[in-house]
């Protein structure tokens, strides 16, 4: 262990990582276990790293095969799908490449290059670093006698720029103070490069290098690489360590693992027993527990997946499939919605109620999703029995009647009660549940996908009466456009009504709306689903950490009103003058045809559906 003299009153000084400036700061201090210490302003001379470079091309460190073969490697533990593949498979690893990696000097176990992370800590980076441009990150600390990293602290205070990521050095020194009291050692630091560049770079060694001959009795210092996806790719976490060798502090690669949690949470099912689906210790499971899988597992907060693990790798980070696995909807319609109930239960949402009166019948083989066995049956099993095909484990409800046949008390129980249990378990006992609690949804959305107007108009007033977002959706005549309109409680303002105000009108003065799926194109319909489903995604991510969902709906902001044409003359068809309004001035020599325009809104004053909801939000 370090020395201890002296009062520890340290600072990072250091920046310009990449670029191989070391503006740090001398600060005497004590030195203690968690390098809460002063650096000289440059390295010693021979500890300095060989190569200078500029952040970006860092010819030294990737372009040779002594690199490559070892980050190979160091990604194999990640990853055994990448690591078959050719490129990274031809590797002969340690003892060949320059000297600044790979090389394992005497008395060096193998294991004191594996870096554990637990899955909270693994989780952590996933939403912080992992969602985050370069260059961010921040130190991991834990137990020094087995590196397993514990904790993680996104230094969010940083100075980060595209080339270089230096850390807030005080706010550090504060953080390892709390972190020494409790026993937690500096284990290493994780940080984000731009894409492709996988290694440390000159800079992070000259960096590692003043950490390490500050702690003497520091053996290596981990500086695992993440590939951010907001970067463009795949998350991932390229793992490197800093180590003493017999020239200096050299750059090794170095192995990831993810420990087992100490508990985690899964769903109760009729399907399935109780316990893990696939232990998380003992016999190997049948799919490859991949970090990011094992994180849904891990992710013990109130939103567990339990899946079939082979099902999601393709979709792993395409969303968050916890949040949306306790997600549910009811749609009201399930006719020309049917592909999108399927295909949002592709995406993992786990909770329907499907409310239709309609069966099947021939001419729906036309127009809607619907084979000729299922002719007669409700159209709302038909909708049941292929989500669970896809999703056994969904829980799904059905009523064969429109939503005015639904009673208030029904209602409410389709918008708030949970109807799943999570049942809370040690993995060591999977027999033994720790308790069982009640599943409350991540979010309910009321879709009204009927082709009544006194329905859709009753899905409007019981979305503001029950506070639930809501998503509609309605065809054209010829399905030659599509009209889609969605509300959230505290992001959009105006209701379906305030938005289809001149309907509403029409129809109190006698108009019956005669438009029916008749005349419309199968692929109009599949058109209208495809965003109707972005959007949905949209609503079920909004308030997450999800890279590309999370902030949507955010974006979308009050453009609620979204109209598709699937007509390029759509002002003579249907006299409908939106799109040349929005397109007016633009290139006359193309055409446009399946193009969607969102369109802000604002809420009608006085609106008889959401006045009082108004005056509400205007209070402060
Ligand atoms: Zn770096
Ligand atoms: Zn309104």
């Not at 970006?56 to 002594?66: C, D, H, I, T, V």
């Not at 994780?190 to 390490?212: F, K, N, V």
Request: overall charge neutral; proline content about 8%.
């Amino acid at each position: 262990m370090a020395s201890h003299v002296g009062r520890r009153q340290g600072v990072f000084g250091h920046g310009g990582r990449h670029g191989g400036r070391h503006g740090g700061r001398v600060n005497n201090a004590e030195a203690t276990d968690n390098a809460s210490v002063g650096f000289p302003a440059t390295p010693p001379a021979a500890l300095r790293p060989r190569v200078e470079s500029d952040g970006l091309a860092e010819p030294a460190y990737g372009q040779n095969s002594g690199a490559a073969s070892t980050e190979a490697r160091g990604r194999a533990r990640l990853s055994r799908r990448r690591a078959s593949t050719p490129a990274s498979s031809t590797g002969a690893g340690h003892g060949r490449g320059p000297s600044l990696f790979g090389r394992r000097h005497r008395g060096e176990t193998s294991d004191s290059r594996v870096l554990r992370l637990t899955p909270p800590v693994y989780a952590d980076i996933r939403a912080t670093v992992g969602h985050a441009p370069a260059e961010s990150g921040g130190p991991l600390g834990g137990d020094r006698s087995n590196n397993t990293a514990s904790l993680f602290e996104l230094d969010s205070t940083g100075r980060a720029t595209a080339a270089s990521y230096s850390p807030d050095h005080q706010k550090l020194n504060r953080l390892f103070e709390t972190w020494n009291a409790e026993g937690k050692r500096l284990l290493g630091f994780c940080h984000s490069h731009p894409r492709g560049l996988r290694h440390p770079s000159g800079g992070d060694l000259s960096y590692a290098t003043e950490i390490m001959v500050m702690i003497p009795s520091l053996q290596t210092l981990f500086l695992p690489i993440v590939q951010s996806d907001a970067d463009g790719g795949q998350f991932e976490i390229v793992p490197w360590a800093a180590v003493r060798g017999t020239n200096g502090i050299e750059i090794v690669s170095a192995e990831l693992q993810i420990v087992a949690p100490e508990r985690t949470t899964v769903l109760a099912g009729d399907s399935f027993p109780l316990g893990p689906a696939f232990p998380l210790r003992g016999p190997r499971p049948p799919v490859e527990m991949t970090p990011r899988i094992l994180e849904l597992y891990a992710r013990g907060n109130g939103r567990p997946w339990r899946g079939d693990p082979e099902a999601v790798v393709r979709i792993v980070d395409a969303y968050d499939i916890p949040r949306l696995a306790s997600a549910r909807l009811i749609f009201v319609g399930v006719g020309g919605a049917r592909g999108l109930a399927q295909d949002l239960a592709r995406a993992q949402v786990m909770e329907y109620a499907l409310i239709d009166p309609d069966v099947v019948s021939t001419s729906n083989l036309a127009t809607q999703f619907a084979s000729r066995r299922e002719i007669g049956r409700a159209k709302v099993e038909c909708a049941r029995d292929d989500i669970l095909d896809i999703v056994p484990d969904a829980e799904v409800r059905t009523f064969k009647t429109g939503i005015e046949g639904i009673d208030a008390e029904t209602f409410e129980a389709l918008a708030r009660s949970p109807w799943r249990q999570a049942v809370v378990y040690d993995p060591n006992q999977p027999d033994d549940p720790l308790s069982l609690e009640p599943l409350v949804p991540s979010a309910t959305i009321l879709c009204g996908f009927s082709d009544s107007f006194p329905a859709q108009a009753l899905v409007n007033t019981l979305a503001i009466a029950h506070g639930l977002p809501c998503l509609c959706a309605q065809m054209y005549r010829d399905g030659r456009a599509a009209e889609i309109t969605f509300t959230y409680p505290g992001v959009t303002r105006a209701c379906h009504r305030c938005m289809l105000e001149p309907r509403y009108k029409a129809y109190d003065t006698g108009y019956h709306n005669d438009v029916t799926s008749a005349g419309a194109p199968i692929f109009s319909t599949q058109r209208a689903n495809a965003l109707t489903g972005f959007v949905a995604l949209a609503m079920l991510h909004h308030g997450s950490t999800h890279s590309r969902w999370g902030n949507m709906l955010g974006r979308m902001g009050q453009r609620s009103l979204i109209q598709v044409r699937m007509d390029p003359d759509l002002a003579s068809s249907l006299g409908m003058h939106v799109f040349d309004r929005v397109l007016a001035g633009a290139d006359q020599e193309r055409i446009f045809f399946d193009e969607a325009v969102w369109l802000p809104q604002e809420p009608t004053p006085g609106c008889p559906d959401c006045a009082d909801q108004q005056i509400r939000e205007a209070q402060p």
